[in-house]
């Protein structure tokens, strides 16, 4: 059975604290991504990463960065939390080509404080 | 980037035949439509995907019309369970495919 492994469920973090969300997968496959989910906004794309060390920028990439040394692993960092970066986050991995089906963690939810 | 639009939520009886429409005017000629389910404290999950014509499988049919400007989830005979929020998704093909998500339609199944 597939699975993607997120390190936490739940995490409460101070303002300012740098904080890393951990992300494995065990498909081998080449893409992994971080989303943010919050009510009525739907699921965005922060970062997403095609190839170990490669990396691109979503759509609200801001306050965040990534890592990606291992192709199974994917690590979202804050680098200095804040309040607004309370959210639940989820992983992602998929295969290339157009169309593959994408594989979710199940979340964790942040709250920074 | 072909955006989406779906309606926000919807509301419908244990056995009834669901039908969600998606609209994506702007879809590119490579891209796929693909539909996800999400129950609360989870991730999306996949359901479907198709190109064009009709697509089925053992949990859903999706249509899509000639001119692909939109396309239809249909679930028969809905249970509670199927409560949960449906995406659409249509294909970016710029190297790697992304994901983007909208908003999703909040389905609520009613006993």
């Known amino acids: 059975d597939v699975k993607v492994t997120q390190s936490s469920r739940y995490l409460v973090k101070r303002t300012g604290e740098k904080v890393f969300l951990e992300c494995v997968q065990d498909?081998?496959?080449?893409?992994m991504f971080w989303y943010r989910q919050d009510p009525g906004l739907g699921l965005r794309l922060i970062y997403f990463?095609?190839?170990?060390?490669?990396?691109e920028k979503g759509d609200i990439p801001e306050g965040y960065s990534v890592s990606r040394e291992k192709k199974e692993r994917f690590s979202l960092i804050l680098e200095s939390a804040s309040t607004n970066q309370t959210s639940m986050y989820l992983c992602?991995?998929?295969?290339?080509?157009?169309?593959?089906?994408?594989?979710f963690g199940q979340g964790t939810r942040l709250t920074v404080v | 980037l072909a955006k989406t639009t779906q309606p926000i939520s919807m509301d419908s009886y244990e056995g009834q035949e669901v039908n969600i429409t998606c609209s994506h005017n702007?879809?590119?000629?490579?891209?796929?439509i693909t539909w996800y389910q999400q129950f609360p404290s989870q991730g999306p999950r996949f359901i479907i995907q198709?190109?064009?014509t009709k697509v089925t499988n053992e949990v859903a049919s999706l249509f899509i019309p000639a001119d692909r400007k939109s396309s239809t989830l249909s679930l028969p005979r809905v249970s509670l369970s199927d409560t949960a929020v449906y995406y659409c998704?249509?294909?970016?093909?710029?190297?790697?495919?992304?994901?983007?998500f909208g908003t999703g339609t909040r389905l609520k199944v009613l006993a």
């Open positions: 992602a991995s998929s295969g290339t080509g157009v169309g593959t089906e994408a594989f």
């Open positions: 498909m081998d496959h080449e893409n």
């Open positions: 990463s095609y190839d170990v060390k490669m990396k």
């Open positions: 702007n879809i590119a000629t490579n891209d796929y």
């Open positions: 198709g190109y064009k």
């Open positions: 998704l249509v294909g970016e093909e710029k190297g790697t495919y992304k994901y983007i």
